[in-house]
């Protein structure tokens, strides 16, 4: 349906910095809980972080996610971003972003099935 696309992607070394971008120009990003999720191969995809619509503003990182990322919104822009700060060889893979219904941001709603619209990904390489 909502065709989602990232950017932001690249290689870097460790302890670098890089910040993704989720865009649409089919659709209001604000309505929806907007998730990250990435993906390496051969692996399960994983959530990264969660941004409810603007109304319920709940932002969620599952506890292995936290302290490096950020999520954000601007509404301007109709962008969702994830600041990745410090990172690390383990978190090379393709990133995802993906739409849901509001009020996913949780942790049991953050899962990929609940999400029905996915970008096509960005790659991210950290190396040493």
């Known amino acids: 349906q909502v065709q989602l696309v990232e950017s932001g992607g690249g290689s870097v070394r460790a302890g670098g910095s890089l910040r993704l971008s989720c865009s649409s120009s089919?659709?209001?990003?604000?309505?929806?809980?907007i998730g990250w999720f990435r993906q390496a191969p051969g692996k399960e995809r994983e959530g990264v972080s969660c941004?409810?619509?603007?109304?319920?503003?709940?932002?969620y990182y599952p506890d292995s996610m936290k302290g490096r990322f950020t999520i954000s919104r601007d509404t301007a822009e109709n962008t969702v971003y994830l600041l990745m700060n410090n990172l690390k060889p383990e978190d090379t893979a393709v990133y995802y972003c993906?739409?849901?219904?509001?009020?996913?941001?949780?942790?049991?709603?953050?899962?990929?099935?609940?999400?029905?619209?996915w970008g096509q990904g960005t790659q991210v390489t950290v190396s040493m």
């Open positions: 089919q659709d209001t990003l604000a309505r929806y809980s």
């Open positions: 941004i409810s619509d603007i109304n319920e503003r709940t932002i």
């Open positions: 993906a739409r849901a219904d509001p009020f996913q941001c949780t942790p049991k709603g953050f899962i990929p099935p609940m999400f029905d619209s």
